[in-house]
């Protein structure tokens, strides 16, 4: 008789030892839950923040594009100028035109005229 009571005091023992690993489990899982929901909001956060970047790396490659274009074009009108200083060295004697050198840290060394008007000479 005692050793049947004995071995259900043991039954009973492994009975709430097993539903107390039932609730540490479930509360493990619920805290599993939790920590998979947080890791899906920030990997929705991330995604989103990497869409923006993405649009921001656009933004910045077109802007460079669109400065190197307006580096070209502003090289075009230098490269005008100078033709227009080279025609007008021709005349420079008659007119009272004075050669001088600006010096660009962009582009190299590029010539201009400044013009002066003989009666305006200081």
Do not use: D, W
């Not at 594009?65 to 100078?82: F, K, S, T």
């Not at 080279?86 to 660009?104: D, I, K, P, W």
């Not at 590029?110 to 000479?121: A, E, L, V």
Request: aromatic content about 6%; overall charge neutral; hydrophobic content about 30%.
């Amino acid at each position: 008789m005692q050793t049947i009571q004995h071995s259900i005091t043991h039954i009973n023992q492994c009975r709430q030892l097993a539903q107390q690993l039932i609730q540490q489990t479930q509360q493990a899982n619920h805290q599993y839950q939790q920590m998979l929901q947080n890791e899906q909001q920030n990997t929705q956060m991330l995604e989103q923040m990497m869409q923006k970047e993405r649009m921001a790396v656009q933004t910045i490659q077109q802007s460079l594009q669109g400065h190197e274009l307006a580096i070209q074009r502003c090289q075009e009108v230098i490269a005008q100028c100078n033709q227009m200083e080279r025609e007008l060295s021709g005349q420079a004697g008659s007119v009272g035109f004075q050669t001088q050198t600006y010096m660009n840290p962009v582009f190299q060394a590029q010539p201009f005229q400044n013009y002066q008007n003989p009666s305006f000479r200081q």
